[in-house]
Every structure is written in C-alpha cells, then in structure tokens.
C-alpha cells in the first residue's frame, strides 16, 4: 500500500493506493457495511446505500466527533464517492472536499484507490491538511490490515485519552514523544518505521510488534502492529488538546482482553506524568 500527498495547482489531495488478493464484494463491504466499517475506521457507522443517502462515521464519546456526508456516487462494487453536506457548505465553503474510493479488479488482483481531495494550498490550512493526512495513512493502513489479515472478525477497541490546558506552549504530542517509560529501552522519538518496538503493561502483559506510522512522516501519529495479541494494532495520537491511545485487537472476546485497558491508561499516564 501507499498513502501519500499530490499537489495540483492550487489544490492538494491524500491518496491511498492498495492491492489485495480479495474479490472486489470483500472490498466493497468493508467500506459500505456499517459492521465491516466498524471494525477498521470508525466506532459505529450508518450508510444509506443511494446517491443522496447518507454516510455517517462516529467515534463517540472517545472522541467529540462524528462525520456525516452525502453519497455523491453509488456504483455497488465499483465506486464511492462522499462529499459535505449542503448545509455544511453553506458554513464554510472552504472545505468542499471530496472522498473518492475506486476499486478495480484486474488479473486476479483487486485495486482500490482513495482520493480525498478539495484542500486548498493556502499556508493557512498546513496543519488541517497535515492533520488528514496523518489520520488516514493510520486509517488507511488500518483498512489493509483488516482486509489482509482479519475480515470479518470483530474488533475489540481497549482506549485512553489524557487532556491538556489550551494554554501550555508544547503540543499534547511532543509530550509523548519524549516520555521515558512507554516503550521498552527507547523514546517515541527513537522510533523508526519498519523497526521494533515494546511496550510493558504488567509483568504478564506486553504489546509489541513492528512500527508502521512514525514521525517525521507521522503528522504526529504513532501506529504498530501487536504480533502477540493475534496482530491487532497500537496506535497513539493527538489533538489540539489531547493525547490518546488506544490498542484495536481482533477475534477475542470482550472478557479476554478488558483487563489490558485500565494498563493502558495506566502506563499512558504514567508516562506522560499525570496524575489519574
């Protein structure tokens, strides 16, 4: 797969571009079934399969956040394409994006193509635009990984979050990047794509695994796979406000694993030296 960033003219896009050895209905379903799209992007999701219908994503109460769009293109198996609501527009018309999905099937491979684009290149707009990019190359690796390794298996999401004053100078994530005690022997910032990483929860649990997101290409994004807790993955992010984390484990039940997220959090804020 690769995610990465175009420029044209005055606008600018984040592209996605995957091969998987899947039929083109697998495809389609994870990114039109609610069920399907829940255990790879959102927490909970609604699609009105209809031009005019619409897609909605919710990460909710995780994250005050919930992305509602129109289906602008319903072509079953093919493509789909969202784009604002008109009311939505109305507010703001800056942010006339399009989502674009396309999947193609050629020699027994099936493609799939991600485009959202509508961003403009004014400077003003650097961090939102870096802030999508880094969102979906996790987002967007996250998709792969269920469709290669875990479709159709539910996902357990084991999640913490720490907030911040508005007023402190250091961004949530630079907090982290140089925190002592999350990963075993090194520093976030030490953490290099395609390299190892461990993380100590308990004296019986760990999560470890390869890293897959990582500055300076990261946009303030950290993402590993979790070889020991049946390949999930291990993500830490943040907002203008906030540091989060969260742990997506696949194919468990909920009583196997609840257990890892008073860890996480504890280990998180431990960390960041919070006070819980």
């Not at 400077?123 to 159709?152: P, Q």
């Not at 925190?179 to 395609?194: D, I, Q, R, Y």
């Not at 992010?237 to 860890?263: I, M, N, R």
């Amino acid at each position: 797969m690769a995610v990465y960033k175009l420029v044209e003219g005055e606008r600018r896009s984040i592209v996605g571009e995957f091969e998987f050895d899947l039929p083109v209905e697998t495809v389609w379903a994870a990114l039109t079934d609610p069920n399907q799209i829940a255990n790879w992007f959102c927490f909970r999701a609604r699609v009105e399969g209809k031009v005019g219908g619409e897609i909605e994503f919710d990460w909710k109460p995780f994250f005050d956040f919930n992305w509602i769009d129109n289906i602008s293109v319903w072509e079953p198996n093919k493509r789909l394409t969202f784009v604002p609501k008109p009311e939505t527009l109305s507010k703001d018309k800056s942010i006339a994006y399009t989502c674009d999905f396309v999947i193609k099937s050629d020699k027994g491979k099936t493609t799939l193509r991600m485009v959202q684009s509508g961003f403009t290149t004014a400077a003003k707009w650097d961090d939102e635009f870096d802030s999508f990019f880094g969102g979906w190359t996790y987002e967007l690796y996250s998709l792969s990984h269920y469709l290669t390794y875990h479709y159709g298996k539910k996902r357990s999401m084991l999640k913490t979050s720490t907030m911040f004053d508005s007023a402190e100078s250091e961004k949530p994530y630079e907090r982290i990047v140089h925190a002592e005690g999350l990963f075993e022997g090194k520093t976030l910032s030490e953490l290099k794509v395609g390299g190892r990483y461990k993380v100590k929860l308990s004296d019986k649990d760990t999560i470890e695994g390869v890293v897959v997101q990582a500055q300076p290409h990261g946009m303030d994004q950290f993402a590993g796979t979790v070889e020991n807790w049946n390949n999930g993955l291990f993500r830490i992010g943040s907002g203008s406000k906030f540091c989060f984390t969260w742990l997506a484990l696949y194919d468990y039940k909920d009583q196997d694993v609840v257990h890892l997220e008073p860890l996480l959090k504890k280990k998180f804020e431990q960390a960041l030296a919070v006070t819980a």
